[in-house]
């Protein structure tokens, strides 16, 4: 069984978070011999202000904050996909409560959070949020899955 975007984006924020660690715990050991910089509360609190100011805290180590951008790239490749035709887009409608799935050559673009789709009926543009997509079919089998 394969992994959901989910679980892939948590365990690298894990695995970077553990590599960041021990980068850290190795400079810190050379620099317990400076004076100050030796003490354990002094060395944590330089260090997470350096993480915060640089933004990387809230940027890389977010485990679900990277999931829109997995989200986009995925159906940027359905819809540039010569095979368009057989893939369809499951997402979940908040004003139904039920999730619908419509067929990927009615996507018209991908925008900044969502994907504009064209109705071939109403001849209108329905606007679906990119976080609303739970799932996306290829020939009626999971090509992805949130």
């Known amino acids: ?19 960041v660690i021990f980068v850290w715990k190795g400079l810190w050991e050379g620099l317990y011999e400076i004076p100050y910089l030796g003490d354990a509360f002094v060395a944590l609190f330089i260090g ?3 993480l915060v100011f640089s933004g990387l805290i809230f940027k890389e180590f977010d485990p679900l ?10 159906m940027e490749v359905v819809i ?9 887009v499951k997402y979940h409608d908040s004003v139904l409560k039920k999730d619908l799935t ?10 900044e ?23 996306i079919l290829y ?4 090509y992805w899955r949130f």
């Not at 959070?113 to 949020?129: Q, R, S, T, W, Y």
Request: hydrophobic share 35%; charged share 30%; glycine share 6%.
């Open 80 to 88: 540039s996909s010569s095979e368009k035709k057989n893939f369809e």
């Open 65 to 74: 904050g990277g999931l829109e951008q997995a989200i986009t790239k995925k």
């Open 48 to 50: 997470f202000t350096m």
């Open 102 to 111: 419509i067929p990927a050559k009615y996507v018209h673009r991908i925008e």
């Open 139 to 142: 020939n009626g089998k999971r």
């Open 113 to 135: 959070a969502g994907m504009v789709v064209v109705d071939p009926v109403k001849k209108n543009e329905l606007f679906i949020p990119l976080h609303r997509v739970t799932e």
């Open 1 to 19: 069984m394969p992994l959901r975007e989910q679980d892939k984006h948590f365990l690298s924020s894990l695995y970077s978070a553990a590599a």
